[in-house]
């Protein structure tokens, strides 16, 4: 099965920008959806980024990031990279990649639709 691995998290200063990396081993299917959630103190995990292949690529962004962090693929490494630029402090939470196959696209914001997830990286906004 396949395993995630997620890495670059730290402490940034608002305004400023980080790089999230998550790693990807194991086989997949040609019809996936690799994505970004994250999960702040006291609330429940939140959609952040996908990027969805089922015939060409689209990429999915909450609201709350569009503008600021983009999701982008190695296909050399096999990895997923969310660049985040302009922080708040509304941005501090564990972010955690998630992997999903065969999944629809009405899915594909839900932690639902992802049977693999990663351990997490926490990303901490402060002055």
């Not at 959630?37 to 429940?44: C, I, S």
């Amino acid at each position: 099965q396949v395993q995630l691995g997620e890495s670059g998290g730290g402490l940034g200063q608002p305004g400023g920008s980080r790089r999230l990396t998550c790693a990807a081993s194991g086989r997949t299917t040609r019809n996936f959806a690799r994505a970004w959630f994250r999960e702040a103190p006291g609330k429940e995990r939140e959609f952040v980024a996908a990027w969805r292949r089922s015939g060409g690529t689209t990429t999915y962004y909450a609201d709350s990031v569009k503008g600021r962090f983009t999701i982008s693929r190695d296909n050399a490494k096999n990895t997923v990279d969310l660049q985040m630029n302009n922080l708040e402090h509304e941005d501090t939470a564990v972010y955690y990649c998630a992997l999903g196959e065969r999944l629809i696209t009405s899915s594909v914001r839900s932690g639902a639709a992802y049977g693999y997830w990663g351990q997490g990286t926490q990303v901490t906004v402060s002055t």
